[in-house]
């Protein structure tokens, strides 16, 4: 009996050896890399140097002789099962990375993209030129940063005339006097000076005034003004042009009114009001309870101004007016202060996109 003990222990040895290559051979034949970690994982623990493999050859010893070549056979076949599994995973792996992987989930929500938005300052200039423009007024454009030329004197206020106060100007530097326009009228006089009559513009434009900065009023601000300069040029033109104006922007049943007024550069002057677009004339507290707002001022071009521009006063007459384009937005809008306009505040912004 004793000379079949170590024999016994052989054989047990060997059974639990098969046991081992039974259950690894199914964990070896369901492996499926998720990445190349992983395979590495499986490649340690059956391929390497100390792993499980290597480890089972070193146990071939305790295989009875009689019965070591049929369990090598049995050994390499676990040996090669393992080694065809780490070859293929290798290969899959590398496929797997060299695709173009998708991240996409359809089934997220599309990111919002955002799209900018006109400021209503710029609606409402194109709203006006536009209405301009049908009456064939074109777009003339000139210099924020003027000479005293340009801004004042050629418009009939030399040196020492009292209306300059009317405008409180930002000066850049004195001799020579260099300012910030106060008016878009200096575009009107760099165009008369072309001497391509007629004249039918209209000048777009940023203009700067050195008051205090409240809901009402800003020290910068837009205007559009219009010139038409040509032969039989007469007042009811202007107030042709300005009614159509003003019922293409404001509607038919807005009234209009022109009171007397007085601008170095035009005479006769004039003021026109429309009634009140928010109590329709009744009074309000945006109407002072006046049931009139005043949009524009107005006149014929003073022959002086023709004169310093190189125009012919005897033989050509014209109109000019000018209007802020804030005013008739504030109200277009509903908007109730004058600074929200430069303050860049996107969410005052946005809510003008589509309009
Ligand atoms: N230039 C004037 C202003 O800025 C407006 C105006 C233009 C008035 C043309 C009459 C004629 O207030």
Redesign the pocket.
């Known amino acids: 009996m004793a000379a079949c003990e170590p024999l016994n222990h052989y054989l047990r040895a060997m059974e639990e050896m098969l046991k081992q290559i039974n259950i690894h051979s199914e964990e070896i034949s369901s492996f499926a890399a998720s990445d190349a970690d992983s395979l590495e994982q499986f490649r340690i623990k059956f391929l390497g140097v100390k792993g499980l493999i290597k480890a089972m050859m070193g146990d071939m010893k305790n295989v009875p002789v009689d019965r070591k070549k049929e369990f090598g056979q049995i050994m390499n076949g676990f040996k090669n099962l393992a080694e065809e599994k780490y070859e293929s995973e290798k290969l899959r792996i590398r496929q797997l990375g060299a695709a173009p992987r998708s991240h996409l989930d359809s089934s997220l929500p599309g990111s919002p993209m955002p799209s900018g938005s006109r400021h209503p300052v710029t609606l409402m200039r194109n709203r006006i030129v536009d209405i301009f423009q049908r009456l064939s007024f074109t777009v003339a454009e000139g210099p924020e940063i003027e000479d005293d030329w340009h801004n004042f004197t050629a418009l009939n206020l030399d040196e020492n005339h009292p209306a300059r106060d009317m405008q409180d100007t930002f000066y850049l530097s004195t001799d020579p006097a260099i300012l910030l326009r106060t008016?878009t009228?200096n575009v009107q006089i760099r165009e008369m000076q072309k001497h391509q009559l007629p004249i039918r513009i209209i000048c777009p434009g940023r203009v700067y005034r050195n008051e205090t900065i409240s809901a009402r009023s800003h020290c910068f601000f837009h205007?559009v003004?219009g010139l038409y300069i040509d032969e039989h040029v007469s007042f009811a033109d202007l107030k042709q042009t300005l009614y159509f104006f003003v019922k293409e922007m404001f509607g038919e049943d807005v009234k209009v009114r022109f009171r007397p007024s007085y601008?170095p550069?035009?005479e006769p002057?004039a003021e026109m009001d429309i009634s009140c677009l928010l109590c329709k004339g009744d009074g309000c507290a945006v109407c002072k309870r006046t049931g009139w707002l005043e949009i524009l001022?107005?006149?014929m071009v003073h022959p002086n101004v023709l004169a310093n521009c190189g125009i012919d006063p005897e033989k050509y007459t014209g109109f000019?007016?000018?209007m802020g384009v804030e005013r008739p937005a504030l109200l277009k809008y509903g908007i109730t202060d004058i600074r929200l306009f430069s303050e860049n505040d996107v969410r005052f912004l946005q809510q003008f996109s589509g309009v």
């Open positions: 008016h009228s205007q003004e601008f550069f035009t002057s001022g107005c006149g000019a007016f000018g």
